[in-house]
T-cell receptor
């Protein structure tokens, strides 16, 4: 079983469209994250969401909004897509693993978004 | 501002040699430093965590050092194999323990 899954794997769309990326986790953790990895491979946190509360919002344009319908899901909605939004988006969560202090970030497989 | 720097140039080494990757940071006082591996088309995978009061951590062929005075971590892979070829990312955990900041990663190529 995959702990963190994302759909779709690839998303190609035109400028101005609105799209969503879905993320689901089956580890029962409260806190989920969205990251963006650009063409230069820089991985940057966008949001952290804990139990329906936005914890971290790292200067992300308000065209991006996380939506958590329940504890297992944190979807990313993007309105009015722009060329610069093209990137790989990763959903993630903190996994304590075998130790309560391990702070491992467990990533989903990523969604490659291409805006044309 | 806070900065994490990794060598952006790819590191090419011969199979069997030790690979050493560097992570430098400024304007941080992290309690934890982590290393991740990322293969093309996949999400990063956690490898090791080292705490500020630990000088060195080992896991199989991996070794991480953490020098809080130099603000530097070194990541070593001994007896490297072509399967070790990937991008390696270092990350610092904030004091609240809820946010990681990643370096730009270093691509390692191990040639047979």
């Amino acid at each position: 079983d995959t702990a963190v899954s994302q759909t779709p794997k690839y998303l190609v769309t035109q400028m101005g469209n609105d799209k969503s990326i879905k993320c689901e986790q089956n580890l029962g953790h409260d806190t989920m994250y969205w990251y963006k990895q650009d063409s230069k491979k820089f991985l940057k946190i966008m949001f952290s969401y804990n139990n329906k509360e936005l914890i971290i919002n790292e200067t992300v344009p308000n065209r991006f909004s996380p939506k958590s319908p329940d504890k297992a899901h944190l979807n990313l909605h993007i309105n009015s897509l722009e060329l610069g939004d093209s990137a790989v988006y990763f959903c993630a969560l903190f996994w304590t693993g075998l130790s309560s202090n391990s702070y491992e970030q467990y990533f989903g497989p990523g969604t490659r978004l291409t805006v044309t | 501002s806070q900065k994490i720097e990794q060598n952006s140039e790819a590191l090419n080494i011969q199979e069997g040699k030790t690979a050493t990757l560097t992570c430098n940071y400024t304007n941080y006082s992290p309690a934890y430093l982590q290393w991740y591996r990322q293969d093309p088309g996949r999400g990063p995978v956690f490898l090791l965590l080292i705490r500020e009061n630990e000088k060195e951590k080992r896991k199989e062929r991996l070794k991480v050092t953490f020098d809080t005075t130099l603000k530097q971590s070194l990541f070593h892979i001994t007896a490297s194999q072509p399967a070790d070829s990937a991008t390696y990312l270092c990350a610092l955990l904030n004091n609240a323990g809820n946010m990681l900041t990643f370096g730009g990663g270093t691509r390692l190529m191990v040639k047979p």
